[in-house]
């Protein structure tokens, strides 16, 4: 019998996949990758400088250019696939840089602009009597913590006990897939349907021209149902079904395994998403100026005419700044900071939630 040695095979010389940088073992150096994209961005400003093109062509020309200059010295040294390797790390690096310029801008502006008036008389005084120089939003932050406190407690029963039903009861039934489908529609509505919802049910009570505070606590909870119901079913899916079936093992009642098992296991989750829910109503101004309108004084009452937000002061400050405007332009940039504060502040306290409360292990 004979028998044959079997032989190594052969390099290929030339094929689409043989890469002799590559195998060669040729890097550019650490820093390279930066520097290369730098290059290609200060090739871009001698164009701009000589046409006085604008900074966002400008910002265009040296992402094309970076991201080029990159991918042709890395094809050239390391080889096609860490070019291309290079090419996806610039174009995605590229992208997160320019969504994070509006952002930066927008927070450079309101803070520039707002801060100015950020002191104790803002805290502390109405807009009584005031016309020029002066004047606070006090009258505002507080109609904002009442309406927003109101939405919040008639928005969380309904939605947690929603989504328990979904989640516990529902089955994928006919009225839950109705229900989850209602949610959607709702998830997706304008702001202003939502305002022109509970102006409609205030006016069809108490006749037309109606304002109130509780008429716009309504027209949020409207927006903040669906955020509390989605929130609330994805977190009570995470609980495991052997905690469910344990207790039912011992004889425990199903609303009771709810009750003690299920909630307190999602007691973060639960924190978390109606946290972000208060943030995503509490700068909602559309319904806001339909159903509570504006004001000067201090009204505590929600069910007594109506009432000053922070997001409608803001509004009137910038549309009606009286004479001379700046004084009522510069109130409402600070008012504007003052919601980008208290949004962030309630997104910190979501990730506290999360945090503290989420579920310990040995890990």
Same mark, same amino acid.
């Not at 520097?35 to 265009?60: I, K, M, N, R």
């Not at 994070?100 to 008389?121: C, H, I, K, W």
């Given at each position: 019998?004979?028998?044959?040695?079997?032989?190594?095979?052969?390099?290929?010389?030339?094929?689409?996949?043989?890469?002799?940088?590559?195998?060669?073992?040729?890097?550019?150096?650490? +820093?390279?990758?930066?520097?290369?994209? @730098?290059?290609?961005?200060?090739?871009?400003?001698?164009?701009?400088?000589?046409? !006085?093109?604008?900074?966002?062509?400008? @910002?265009?020309?040296?992402?094309?250019?970076?991201?080029?200059?990159?991918?042709? @010295?890395?094809?050239?040294?390391?080889?096609?696939?860490?070019?291309?390797?290079?090419?996806?790390?610039?174009?995605?690096?590229?992208? +997160?840089?320019?969504?994070?310029?509006?952002?930066?801008?927008?927070?450079?502006? $309101?803070?520039?602009?707002?801060?100015?008036?950020?002191?104790?008389?803002?805290?502390?005084?109405?807009?009584?009597?005031?016309?020029?120089?002066?004047?606070?939003?006090?009258?505002?932050?507080?109609?904002?913590?009442?309406?927003?406190?109101?939405?919040?407690?008639?928005?969380?029963?309904?939605?947690?006990?929603?989504?328990?039903?979904?989640?516990?009861? !529902?089955?994928?039934?006919?009225?839950?897939?109705?229900?989850?489908?209602?949610?959607?529609?709702?998830?997706?509505?304008?702001?202003?349907?939502?305002?022109? +919802?509970?102006? #409609?049910?205030?006016?069809?009570?108490?006749?037309?021209?109606?304002?109130?505070?509780?008429?716009?606590?309504?027209?949020?909870? @409207?927006?903040?149902?669906?955020?509390?119901?989605?929130?609330?079913?994805?977190?009570?899916?995470?609980?495991?079904?052997?905690?469910?079936?344990?207790?039912?093992?011992?004889?425990? %009642?199903?609303?009771?395994?709810?009750?003690?098992? $299920?909630?307190?296991?999602?007691?973060?989750?639960?924190?978390?998403? *109606?946290?972000?829910? *208060?943030?995503?109503?509490?700068?909602?101004?559309? %319904?806001?100026?339909?159903?509570?309108?504006?004001?000067? #004084?201090?009204?505590?009452? %929600?069910?007594?005419?109506?009432?000053?937000?922070?997001?409608?002061? &803001?509004?009137?400050?910038?549309?009606?700044?009286?004479?001379?405007?700046?004084?009522?332009?510069?109130?409402?940039?600070?008012?504007?900071?003052?919601?980008? *504060?208290?949004?962030? &502040?309630?997104?910190?306290?979501?990730?506290?939630?999360?945090?503290?409360?989420?579920?310990?292990?040995?890990?």
């Amino acid at each position: 019998m004979s028998t044959q040695t079997p032989t190594a095979p052969s390099r290929p010389e030339s094929t689409p996949e043989f890469d002799l940088a590559a195998e060669s073992g040729n890097r550019l150096p650490r +820093f390279a990758g930066w520097g290369l994209f @730098v290059l290609g961005a200060l090739l871009a400003a001698a164009p701009t400088a000589l046409l !006085g093109w604008s900074t966002g062509l400008f @910002v265009v020309l040296a992402v094309v250019l970076g991201t080029l200059v990159t991918w042709g @010295v890395s094809r050239a040294v390391e080889g096609r696939r860490k070019s291309t390797d290079r090419l996806v790390t610039c174009l995605v690096s590229s992208a +997160f840089a320019i969504a994070m310029v509006p952002l930066f801008s927008l927070v450079y502006t $309101v803070v520039s602009n707002g801060v100015g008036r950020l002191d104790a008389e803002f805290f502390t005084s109405s807009m009584v009597g005031v016309v020029g120089e002066g004047g606070g939003a006090y009258h505002a932050i507080m109609g904002t913590l009442i309406v927003t406190a109101l939405a919040t407690l008639i928005s969380v029963p309904i939605g947690v006990m929603a989504a328990i039903y979904l989640v516990e009861y !529902g089955n994928r039934g006919k009225l839950s897939k109705w229900i989850t489908f209602l949610v959607d529609v709702m998830t997706g509505i304008p702001s202003i349907v939502a305002g022109l +919802f509970a102006y #409609a049910l205030f006016a069809l009570l108490f006749g037309p021209g109606v304002r109130l505070g509780v008429a716009g606590a309504v027209a949020l909870s @409207v927006l903040m149902i669906p955020v509390v119901v989605r929130s609330v079913e994805e977190v009570l899916k995470l609980v495991p079904n052997e905690l469910r079936e344990a207790a039912y093992a011992l004889g425990v %009642p199903k609303w009771r395994t709810i009750v003690k098992v $299920v909630l307190p296991t999602a007691a973060a989750g639960l924190g978390t998403g *109606i946290t972000l829910a *208060i943030a995503r109503v509490v700068g909602e101004t559309a %319904p806001l100026l339909i159903t509570v309108g504006i004001t000067t #004084a201090l009204n505590f009452n %929600p069910f007594d005419g109506r009432m000053a937000t922070l997001p409608v002061y &803001a509004y009137y400050q910038l549309t009606q700044p009286g004479v001379p405007p700046e004084f009522g332009i510069s109130r409402a940039w600070t008012a504007a900071l003052l919601l980008i *504060i208290l949004v962030m &502040a309630l997104n910190l306290i979501a990730r506290l939630i999360s945090r503290v409360f989420a579920p310990k292990t040995n890990r």
